[in-house]
């Protein structure tokens, strides 16, 4: 279909696209593009304050001169432990509550429900609930297990150094969890019925099956689930930022980019830290990490697309 | 399949167990919010998860009033309909022109609205505080609206170009024909014909702007423009030992999205799968 024409008239279509295109640009492109140049100033952000060229410092801070780099590693670190963990208790997990829904005749769609309900939530009021859930003694998780008689197990979950990180990162997956069951269910019903029914003849069980046809077959789903678990863990921020605060306690062991980023942007990081530049370089640095895996993603998923 | 023999029909009972002892997990937490939203805070310290000695409405009152819930509610509504609508407006003008409209740039529009589908939006939050406190947005709902459809074009046009394309020529042409402008294409003949499309990005979008904390926590300042999640933030600080009105305020920003998810989950589902494989 082409556009009227005669005269502007040609050319109203734009006025068409103008609603989309405008804030599109203004609000999303723009800023963009506007971090990686403030990455390359020292600014403090105050209209009128000078705003000074200093080439690729900002990154040098980040990458090898403490006390920045010490945070910047640290996080890094726990954003590759939290991929980790997605990695099982996401995308492994999700595969096989969707395995186990393949195999039930009857009430598939309820526990479907159920799965999926806590993703309508907003993550930031499922830290909240969470947080008095796991409160060390009022919090109705210890007293369940002191209940049932594992009182070894009732844990300060939030505020143990170690315990913290697992303990955030699961209450993010009981938030989640119903995505991936939901992908990988999708793309367990493609593969043909046939296919199983002629491998059960021959004798094939139920695991030779799942191992043999259907793991196979679902695989490139997999492999995207697991690069939107990489991105995923790269843009965590409320979970941590609601149950851990900003400065992601206790002693910084559930620190992540996306609270780091917080701090250094909007400050709780001391003076010296609250350059605007600081910040977007610590942003750019993100993107150059998180932005590869998202195209290959998309690549995959375009390429693998699943009806739901 | 059919269980054949005994050691199957375990095995069905074996699959079940699992898939039972997950779904408790998920509703445990919630199901100790709604029991702990009507208990008084002594019994839920005493009794944490268990029936309420006698139930407590007060708690839902103060949560409402007292604490400001009400306004929360009523700002949360107001963005999330507002953003809603102007994504779909936005978006679906859009997609039709770059489906349908043959013009030089469109390839070159329709890829700079797709590139969008891999940028991280919160990652530029510092040029974009700069930006909305340079245009005196700075504590307005309308910076929220306007930084939720930005950030909602590459999935939404994304989505309804696909839509779009699939309405066969035919009707378009024929509409032509009978001396429809472009305007009344779009109106009368598209935006109709996808209408599955639109309540997938409506329910998408819709949940995202409800739900969303981090902006609303960057560019809100008072306490009477907050949406619920922030809103709940300043609670919680406020009323740290009131946990049955904490409780009742949880329940009151969660109840909603779960009614609405009950009756609606099918579209619930599609909206938020497809909506966030972007």
Redesign the interface.
Same mark, same amino acid.
């Given at each position: 279909?082409?556009?009227?024409k005669k005269g502007l008239g040609r050319y109203?279509?734009w006025l068409?696209?103008a609603?989309?295109?405008l804030?599109?640009?203004?609000?999303?492109?723009?800023?963009?593009f506007?971090?990686i140049l403030?990455s390359f100033y020292n600014w403090n952000?105050v209209?009128g304050s000078p705003k000074i060229w200093v080439g690729l410092s900002n990154y040098a801070k980040f990458l090898y001169q403490p006390p920045f780099s010490t945070m910047f590693w640290r996080a890094l670190s726990h954003n590759v432990i939290v991929f980790g963990l997605l990695l099982i208790w996401s995308t492994g997990l999700g595969t096989l509550?969707a395995w186990?829904?393949t195999?039930?005749?009857k009430?598939g769609g309820f526990?479907?429900?159920? /799965?999926?309900?806590?993703?309508? /939530?907003?993550?930031?009021?499922t830290g909240?609930?969470?947080s008095?859930?796991l409160n060390p003694q009022?919090?109705?998780v210890n007293?369940?297990l002191r209940k049932v008689g594992l009182d070894a197990l009732a844990m300060p979950w939030l505020g143990d150094s170690k315990l913290a990180l697992p303990t955030v990162i699961a209450v993010n997956v009981?938030h989640g969890l119903g995505?991936p069951v939901?992908?990988a269910l999708?793309a367990m019903l493609s593969v043909p019925k046939d296919v199983l +029914?002629a491998a +059960?003849v021959d004798g094939a069980n139920?695991f030779t099956q799942f191992w043999k046809i259907t793991f196979p077959i679902i695989l490139p789903n997999l492999i995207?689930l697991m690069a939107?678990n990489f991105?995923g863990a790269?843009?965590l921020?409320?979970i941590v930022f609601?149950m851990q605060g900003a400065e992601a306690g206790p002693f910084y062991s559930t620190d992540l980019i996306g609270t780091l980023?917080y701090r250094t942007?909007?400050g709780g990081m001391g003076a010296t830290a609250s350059g605007?530049g600081l910040?977007?370089a610590l942003?750019v640095v993100?993107?150059l990490i998180? /932005?590869p895996v998202?195209?290959i993603a998309?690549r995959i998923?375009r390429r693998y697309s699943v009806e739901? | 399949?059919v269980w054949r023999n005994p050691r199957l029909k375990w095995?069905?009972i074996g699959?079940?167990a699992?898939?039972i002892i997950?779904?408790l997990?998920?509703?445990?937490?919630?199901l100790?919010?709604l029991l702990?939203s009507v208990k008084s805070t002594r019994d839920?310290?005493v009794n944490?998860?268990g029936w309420p000695e006698q139930f407590v409405w007060a708690n839902y009152v103060r949560a409402w009033t007292e604490a400001n819930f009400a306004i929360y509610f009523k700002n949360s509504l107001y963005v999330t309909v507002v953003s809603t609508t102007?994504i779909i407006?936005?978006?679906s003008?859009?997609a039709?022109?770059?489906a349908?409209?043959?013009?030089k740039a469109n390839a070159w529009?329709h890829g700079?609205?797709i590139a969008?589908?891999?940028?991280?939006?919160?990652?530029?939050?510092?040029?974009?505080?700069?930006?909305v406190r340079?245009l005196g947005l700075m504590n307005k709902h309308l910076a929220l609206i306007?930084?939720y459809?930005?950030?909602a074009?590459?999935f939404a046009?994304f989505l309804l170009t696909t839509f779009f394309r699939q309405v066969p020529?035919e009707l378009?042409?024929a509409a032509?024909v009978e001396g429809a402008?472009? #305007?009344t294409?779009?109106w009368r003949i598209m935006l109709p014909l996808v209408r599955p499309a639109l309540a997938t990005v409506a329910i998408f979008e819709a949940?995202h702007a409800?739900?969303?904390?981090?902006f609303p926590l960057?560019f809100l300042r008072s306490n009477k423009l907050m949406t619920?999640?922030?809103g709940?933030?300043v609670f919680?600080g406020e009323y740290a030992t009131d #946990?049955s009105t904490?409780?009742a305020a949880?329940t009151i920003?969660?109840l909603p999205?779960?009614v609405?998810?009950?009756f609606m989950?099918r579209q619930?589902?599609?909206g938020?799968?497809?909506g966030?494989?972007?």
């Open positions: 279909m082409y556009a009227g109203s279509f068409m696209l609603p989309a295109l804030p599109y640009l203004v609000f999303k492109i723009y800023p963009f506007n971090s403030l952000g209209p509550l186990f829904l195999q039930v005749r009430g526990y479907k429900g159920i /799965i999926f309900m806590p993703n309508t /939530i907003s993550i930031a009021v909240f609930l969470w008095l859930l009022f919090g109705a007293a369940l009981w995505f939901l992908i999708a +029914e +059960e139920r995207n939107l991105s790269f843009g921020f409320e609601v980023f942007a909007f605007m910040g977007a942003a993100t993107f998180v /932005i998202s195209l998309t998923q739901v | 399949m095995a069905a699959f079940h699992v898939l997950y779904a997990i998920v509703m445990f937490p919630l100790t919010m702990g839920l310290f944490p998860f102007s407006f936005a978006s003008m859009a039709f022109v770059l349908r409209i043959k013009f529009v700079l609205f969008g589908l891999v940028v991280p939006s919160r990652l530029a939050i510092i040029p974009l505080f700069l930006l340079d306007l930084i459809t930005g950030g074009m590459p046009i020529n378009a042409e032509t402008g472009t #305007w294409i779009y949940l409800w739900n969303d904390f981090f960057v619920v999640p922030v709940l933030s919680f #946990w904490l409780f949880l920003s969660i999205v779960i609405l998810f009950i989950s619930f589902i599609a938020l799968t497809q966030a494989v972007k």
